[in-house]
């Protein structure tokens, strides 16, 4: 299916169930993201991947490992639009470069910081098994400081972000001006 059926909608364009998010982003971002008006089409999405990706934000996991649950999925799924975002974000957390470099795969694995190399495993784990993750998977996890809240956490984060890295693929939303610099 071409690209094309999807519409880069403006708020006087998107569907009414649309323009609140999208004017909630725009006022957050400063801008209204290409990707936010691609996936406006469908009130649904937009809604939903919102919802899903507050909750995410509000888990019990820290900011660094939301992080890498976000950029493993995005880079898995080959989300070039989410890497983008999500290597800003790390910018501005004031990442190690060789975390970013190594969640971008432009360095080998493992992550730099055994804690985060953990839940990357663990995200992987769990896409890999569909949720069926081994006892010393599950225990590594845990040895490393993360709980069993932790885990359906990351379970979580997989659903949010592939709702995002499949339909952000599927519109081809391309990555705005704002971001370039992290492409």
């Given amino acids: 299916m071409p690209a094309s059926v999807f519409t880069d909608h403006t708020p006087e364009s998107a569907p009414a169930a649309s323009r609140p998010a999208m004017a909630a982003v725009t006022a957050k971002q ?73 969640l971008r795969g432009e360095s080998p694995l493992p992550l730099p910081d055994e804690r985060l190399e953990a839940v990357r495993r663990f995200t992987v784990a769990a896409i890999e098994s569909s949720g069926a993750v081994d006892d010393g998977t599950l225990q590594s996890f845990l040895d490393h400081g993360y709980t069993s809240r932790n885990a359906l956490e990351v379970v979580l984060g997989i659903g949010a972000y592939t709702m995002s890295n499949l339909a952000n693929r599927m519109t081809a939303a391309p990555v705005d001006p704002q971001l370039a610099r992290f492409a």
């Fill in 30 to 102: 400063g801008y209204l993201p290409t990707g936010v008006a691609l996936l406006a089409t469908s009130p649904e999405l937009l809604n939903g991947f919102l919802k899903m990706s507050a909750l995410f934000e509000s888990t019990t996991l820290d900011q660094l490992s939301r992080e890498v649950v976000i950029m493993t999925m995005a880079t898995r799924n080959d989300c070039h639009l989410c890497v983008a975002m999500h290597t800003a974000k790390l910018t501005a957390l004031d990442a190690d470069g060789a975390l970013v470099a190594a």
